[in-house]
Structure formats: structure tokens, C-alpha cells
């Protein structure tokens, strides 16, 4: 019969995303195309079929990857694919117009061995660039066919389907190609694959050279295949051994190894006239801002410029908003008669412009703060920065991308936490989470501005305000690191990200981020920090002493407020405070800082002001100069930035990590920390006479 002459062939498609992979599929394809899903996943699988003469191509598009470590489940799919079902032909659809970052997959394919076709996709983009290779000595150098293509346009469709089927007759047939990794890698790996082989624990239709390898990556894929006891430790031996000798995890020089391949594979065929210079200005500016000499120090240039505009441009305004607050306030009492002792009066003045009043004059350093971050994010430089930082955050347990979320975490917690989704790694964005809080937050911002002015010399408060931000980010490194090695122990991922072109932020997206950001902190102002500001005031105001026994003013106001509900829970966890150098009133305004941490601000202004005599020049931060050590002052902020986060934070981290025990687990451990550190702190303080 006809059909019993027709061969068969299956083809699998992979790439990068955006590549064309779709497009390609199509035009290949045409109408004869079918959607289902992979066997035990969700994820959709097309699959269409081409026939051409006798020969019956099967064509499955795969999800698109930019590796094929098996870290995402799409790299898991394509990557099983391709070894379970060993398709007769690999399809990689490569950009041809960013062909150097496209090959990475690439270089993954040819370890694999399996028969490759190239296809160089967008040639028509490339030649606008300029871009150009010498073709059949780069397909000899990568050792496979390539054909280049316009998909859009139906260009190279013939092409390819000759090319698929000669593949699959072995008509063409160039050498395979060798990436080397180094002697010493290359060394151990002959001995593993030599392990390996002997012990049989290479599964049916793995090469015993890739399983290897892999193995080295440190692939959690691929060391769940193993059940050898034996072979487990000698991977972890060598992993040791090379860690030892390069002084970073094999999978990070591995990969470092593609990348010289490709890049030197590239230089050897590039024909690209000046021409390209002129079109990538982007890529003139990023030699200079990811140079491995000047990356680090631009960074932190451009990190400080934003910390310093924040602070010193954003002194202005705070003082007219401050200035305008104590007229409001004013304004306010000049309602009643002069020495009048109304309610409504307290809770208007004390309560609601005091506590919502403390906080709403940080806004403009939280709008300088975002402005910076805004910029900095539209223009294409916050990718870089992750990359910088790549190299520093993976010794430290971490990887680049965490560190877009560690530096919202400067914003808020509750945004750093939602960004936490780029991260792909289940251990990385829970270890990610779970340490965002020590990044100080906007709102930790009011705590330090009220207190180190309060106890510190003027020379030394910059220093102050940077050691403290700086002794939340150790902590966050030391805990990472700590993490990973017991409860969510495993390397962290190597990064691999796309870095998209710079661009010129546009003033109208940079304002909205801006506004957006600011207004979710003026709405926390104006709705969470009211409330509490008036329940907190009516906690400090009520229950009221009928017979006072006091006689001087001084005294019959801490009896006043001893005696009323703020003063009786704070009275209530002093024991519990005390060691730590806190008194009662501080207490009450760390339960409010629960709710949300500009709170705390609020809480002294009111517990101050309820319970002193008044004193109008004095300030609050003349009062707590006066009631407290310096020492205390440190204790204080070192707990506050340490300490339970707020509510938001907690709700966001359980609904991230999908459970309560994670949640629970970050408020329990950092509020410990804090004690045990704010108590250290002050008792060898103390002990020694520092700061008292
Ligand atoms: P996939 O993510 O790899 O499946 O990529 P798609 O097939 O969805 O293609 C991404 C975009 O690139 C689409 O807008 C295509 O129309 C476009 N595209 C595909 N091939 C070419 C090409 O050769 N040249 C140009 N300029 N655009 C292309
Ligand atoms: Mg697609």
C-alpha cells in the first residue's frame, strides 16, 4: 500500500522565546496542526505534521528555553523531550540578529549529541544591524547545518525540510563539535562518567558523558536518577575539589566555559562591519557599565547618588511639611480657650495630626527614594545591575535576580516580595523572602530619622543612617547563607537573563511609578496609620484616673498615663523589654509598629505629648533626648530594623510561599533576632559604660 512506503520522521523545534519558534512552526506546518498537553503536565504541546514526497515529518514545538538545566519546568519538558523521545532531527531556532546569547542553548544541544539543524531566524533584522557570519564556518565550528530564515515571511521554508530529512538519512553529517570545560573539570568528568559507567546507574537512553556533566552542574533532575550511595559522594567530593581549585561551584565555570566557547566560535566568524557599532549603542554602554572592573564601583556610585538626592533634596520639603503641621496644629488649639482640657481637642491635635502628621513628612524621601528606583528601572539598568551583583550574591547563597527584590525591599517589603516571582528557583525566592524584611524599609526610614539625630552628634549621623541600612543587609547575607545551609539547603541557581536594550526613561512612566508608589504610601498614611494613630491615642488617653496623688505636673502626667490601657500592656511586656534597655512606653510603640512601622513614629509623638508636661518648644526628639542614653537610641533602631516586620509583609509572604509555617516562620526568626541582638548590644554596652 502507498502509506506503508511513507517514512516517518519527528522533528522537535526548540529555542529561545521570541526566536519565531511559533512562526516557524506554522509556516511549516500550515493548518495541519494539533494542541494538547504533555503527558502529566499542564503545559500545552503542539504538534502538526508536514509531508513532503514520501516522507512523513512529525513536528512538536517545545516550549521555548533559554537553557535546558531543567530549572523551569518548560526547560524540564524540552529537555526530557528531546532525550525520551529522541526526535530524529533537533530544530533550533536561533536569533540570528542576538546570535551570541542565543547559542547558549545551543552549546546545550551539542553536549547532548543529538542531531542538530540551525536555523538563523530574523536574518532579516540582522542584516539591517549590519550583523553577519560566515556561515558554513560557523555550522563546521558548531558542527551543525544552518540555514538562515525569515520566518514571517515563509523565507527558508524549503530549505529547512530538505535539510531535516538529509539529517535524517545521515546524508549530513558534520563533526560533532567539543566545548571544553578546562583540564581539571575535564579531568574529573572522565573519571565520574568511568564511575558511572561501572556502578550502571546511567538510565536507558542517557549518555554516560552528559550524565556526567550534569552531574557536575549539580542538576537536581539528574541526581534523583541516581540511587548509588557511592556515586552521590564522589560528586560531591569532586564538587568540593573544583570549588577548591576555581574557587566557584563547577556549574557556574561550566557555564562560563559555554560562554567562552560561543564567544570565541563567534570572533573566529564575524564579518560584521562597523556598521553594528553604530546600531548598538547599547552594547558600548554596557561594556563600560558591566566591565568586571568598573561594573561594582559604578554601581554603588549610582546606588549612593540615589540615597544622597534622597536625603538631601527630600530635607526641604520635610521641613515645610513639618513647618506646616506645627501651624495646622496651632491652628487647631487656638479653637479652644487657652488651657482647656477637651477630648476632642487631644485626639485632634495629639492623636490624628501628631501620629498621621510624623509620617507624612518622610514623603518627599520616599518620592526621591522611588524617583531614583524608577529611573533606574525604566532605563534598562536594574537587569545589569542583578548581573553585577551575580558573582557576589552567589557566594553569599544568593543569585543576581535577587537582588531586584532586595533593592524594592528598600521601598517596601510588601512590592519586594511580590518581585520575588522572577525568581525561579523554589529555594531561591523563599530564601529570597524570607530575608527581604531586614532590608530597611520607607517606613523604617522615620524611625532612624527620628532617633539618630536624637542621640547622635551631627557628624556622625550619615555614618550612623549607612551603617544601619548596611547591618540589615549583612544580616540579610548572613541569613541567606545560613538558610541555605539547613532548611532550604541546594546551590543557588547560576543566572541567565535576557538584558534588554537601554532606553531613555520617559518622564511620564518614571512620574507614574513615582505617584503610584508614593500614593500607596500617603493611602497607608491616611488609612492603616489613622486608625491606629486614634486607636493608640485613646489607648494612651483612656481609661481615665478619677483621684491622682501626684502633686507636681510631671508626675501626675506619668500617673495618667500609667494607668491607662497603652501604659498597662506597656507596663505589662517591660519585664520582657527591660534587658534590652526599653521602658514601658517604648514597648507601646513597638506593639504599634506591628501594625506598620512609620507607627512607632507616631506612637512616642503621642505617648510623648499625652504624657509630658507641655513644654511647647520641646521637641520629641528633645524628649527622648532627655529620657533616654544613646545606648538605648542604638538598641532601639538596631531593634526596629531587625525586628518583626509588619502585618502587610507577613499576609504577602504567607500568600507567596503558599503557607503559614513560612510566614510564621520569617516573623518568629527575625523578631528573636532582633531581641537577641538588641539585648547583646545593650548589655555589653552597658557593661562597658558605652553610650550611657
Ligand atoms: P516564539 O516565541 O519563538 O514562538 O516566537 P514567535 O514565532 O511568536 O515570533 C515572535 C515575533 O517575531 C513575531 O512577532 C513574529 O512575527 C516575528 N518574527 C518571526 N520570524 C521573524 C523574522 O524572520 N524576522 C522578523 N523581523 N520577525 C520575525
Ligand atoms: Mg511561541
Known amino acids: 500500500m502507498h502509506l506503508k512506503t511513507k517514512r516517518n520522521i519527528t522533528v522537535a523545534l526548540v529555542g529561545n522565546p521570541n526566536s519565531g519558534k511559533t512562526t516557524i512552526f506554522n509556516t511549516l506546518t500550515g493548518d495541519r496542526q494539533h494542541v494538547g498537553n504533555y503527558p502529566g503536565v499542564t503545559v500545552e504541546k503542539k504538534e502538526g505534521e508536514l509531508i513532503s514526497g514520501d516522507v512523513h515529518i512529525r513536528i512538536v514545538d517545545l516550549p521555548g528555553t533559554y537553557s535546558l538545566t531543567a530549572v523551569s519546568l518548560d526547560e524540564q519538558i524540552a529537555r526530557n523531550f528531546i532525550i525520551e523521545e529522541k526526535p530524529d532531527v533537533v530544530v533550533d531556532i536561533i536569533d540570528y540578529s542576538n546570535l551570541e546569547r542565543n547559542l547558549y542553548l545551543t552549546t546545550q544541544l551539542i553536549e547532548l549529541g543529538v542531531p542538530l539543524l540551525l536555523v538563523f531566524n530574523m536574518s532579516d533584522v540582522a542584516e539591517n544591524r549590519g550583523v553577519s557570519y560566515n556561515l558554513p564556518k560557523l555550522a563546521e565550528r558548531l558542527g551543525a547545518p544552518i540555514i538562515p530564515t525569515v520566518g514571517f515571511k515563509g523565507q527558508g521554508k524549503k530549505e529547512i525540510i530538505e535539510a531535516v530529512i538529509s539529517i535524517a538519512d545521515g546524508e549530513i553529517k558534520l563533526p560533532q563539535a567539543t566545548i571544553r570545560y578546562g583540564k581539571e573539570i575535564e579531568k574529573e568528568l572522565r573519571g565520574l562518567e568511568k564511575l558511572i559507567c561501572q556502578k550502571n546507574v546511567v538510565p536507558k537512553?542517557?549518555?554516560?558523558?552528559?550524565?556526567?556533566?550534569?552531574?557536575l552542574e549539580n542538576d537536581r533532575e539528574i541526581q534523583k536518577k541516581i540511587s548509588s550511595d557511592e556515586v552521590i559522594t564522589?560528586?560531591?567530593?569532586?564538587t568540593e575539589h573544583l570549588k577548591n581549585v576555581h574557587g566557584e561551584n563547577p556549574e557556574i565555570d561550566i557555564a562560563e566555559r559555554r560562554y567562552r566557547f560561543i564567544s570565541k566560535v563567534c570572533r573566529k566568524t564575524n564579518l560584521s562591519t562597523g556598521d553594528t557599532h553604530r546600531l548598538t549603542i547599547s552594547d558600548k554602554v554596557d561594556r563600560v557599565l558591566t566591565n568586571r572592573l568598573f561594573g561594582l564601583p559604578i554601581f554603588l556610585a549610582l546606588m549612593f547618588l540615589v540615597?544622597?538626592?534622597?536625603?538631601?533634596l527630600g530635607?526641604?520639603?520635610?521641613?515645610?511639611?513639618?513647618?506646616?503641621?506645627?501651624w495646622l496644629g496651632g491652628l487647631v488649639t487656638n479653637w479652644w480657650q487657652p488651657g482647656s482640657e477637651s477630648m476632642l481637642k487631644?485626639?485632634?491635635?495629639?492623636?490624628?495630626?501628631?501620629?498621621?502628621?510624623?509620617?507624612?513628612?518622610?514623603?518627599?524621601?520616599?518620592?526621591?527614594?522611588?524617583?531614583?528606583i524608577s529611573l533606574l528601572e525604566d532605563s534598562g539598568y536594574m537587569p545589569r545591575a542583578a548581573f553585577i551583583m551575580d558573582n557576589i550574591m552567589q557566594k553569599f547563597g544568593l543569585q543576581g535576580?535577587?537582588?531586584?527584590?532586595?533593592?524594592i525591599g528598600f521601598g517596601c517589603t510588601v512590592p519586594a516580595i511580590m518581585a520575588t516571582r522572577s525568581l525561579e528557583d523554589k529555594h531561591d525566592r523563599l530564601i529570597t523572602m524570607l530575608v527581604l524584611p531586614l532590608m530597611s524599609c520607607g517606613a523604617r526610614f522615620p524611625i532612624y530619622a527620628l532617633i539618630i539625630p536624637a542621640f547622635f552628634p551631627h557628624k556622625i549621623q550619615g555614618v550612623m543612617l549607612l551603617g544601619i541600612y548596611l547591618i540589615g543587609i549583612v544580616l540579610a547575607i548572613i541569613s541567606a547563607k545560613l538558610l541555605r545551609m539547613t532548611v532550604l539547603k541546594g546551590p543557588p541557581t547560576p543566572l541567565l537573563m535576557e538584558l534588554p536594550r537601554y532606553r531613555i526613561p520617559t518622564p511620564n512612566s518614571?512620574?507614574?511609578?513615582?505617584?503610584?508608589?508614593?500614593?500607596?504610601?500617603?493611602?497607608?498614611?491616611?488609612?492603616?496609620?489613622?486608625?491606629?494613630?486614634?486607636?493608640?491615642?485613646?489607648?494612651?488617653?483612656?481609661?481615665?484616673?478619677?483621684?491622682?496623688?501626684?502633686?507636681?505636673?510631671?508626675?501626675i502626667q506619668s500617673e495618667v498615663l500609667a494607668y491607662s490601657f497603652a501604659g498597662r500592656v506597656?507596663?505589662?511586656?517591660?519585664?520582657?523589654?527591660?534587658?534590652?534597655?526599653?521602658?514601658?512606653?517604648i514597648g507601646t510603640a513597638m506593639i504599634g509598629a506591628f501594625a506598620a512601622k512609620e507607627v512607632f513614629v507616631s506612637q512616642m509623638a503621642i505617648i510623648y505629648s499625652v504624657g509630658e508636661a507641655d513644654e511647647a518648644s520641646e521637641t520629641l526628639r528633645d524628649k527622648l533626648q532627655r529620657n533616654y542614653t544613646p545606648l538605648i537610641g542604638f538598641s532601639m533602631l538596631l531593634f526596629m530594623l531587625i525586628s518583626a516586620p509588619c502585618m502587610a509583609t507577613i499576609a504577602m509572604t504567607k500568600q507567596e510561599s503558599g503557607s503559614w509555617k513560612w510566614a510564621l516562620f520569617q516573623l518568629g526568626g527575625l523578631t528573636l533576632m532582633a531581641y537577641v541582638f538588641s539585648v547583646l548590644v545593650f548589655q555589653i554596652g552597658s557593661l562597658l559604660g558605652i553610650g550611657v
Open 205 to 215: 537512553n542517557y549518555d554516560s558523558h552528559w550524565f556526567a556533566l550534569k552531574l
Open 346 to 372: 487631644s485626639l485632634l491635635v495629639d492623636g490624628i495630626i501628631g501620629g498621621v502628621g510624623g509620617v507624612i513628612i518622610f514623603l518627599p524621601n520616599i518620592m526621591f527614594l522611588f524617583l531614583g
Open 510 to 555: 518614571v512620574l507614574t511609578n513615582m505617584w503610584l508608589k508614593s500614593y500607596l504610601y500617603l493611602k497607608k498614611a491616611g488609612t492603616i496609620i489613622l486608625g491606629v494613630s486614634i486607636l493608640l491615642w485613646a489607648m494612651t488617653s483612656y481609661p481615665k484616673k478619677a483621684e491622682i496623688t501626684a502633686t507636681d505636673p510631671d508626675a
Open 315 to 326: 530635607g526641604y520639603p520635610m521641613e515645610w511639611i513639618e513647618t506646616f503641621f506645627g
Open 401 to 407: 535576580r535577587s537582588f531586584m527584590p532586595m533593592l
Open 307 to 312: 540615597f544622597h538626592f534622597t536625603f538631601t
Open 570 to 585: 506597656g507596663h505589662a511586656i517591660e519585664p520582657v523589654i527591660k534587658p534590652m534597655g526599653f521602658d514601658w512606653r
Open 234 to 238: 564522589e560528586v560531591g567530593k569532586i
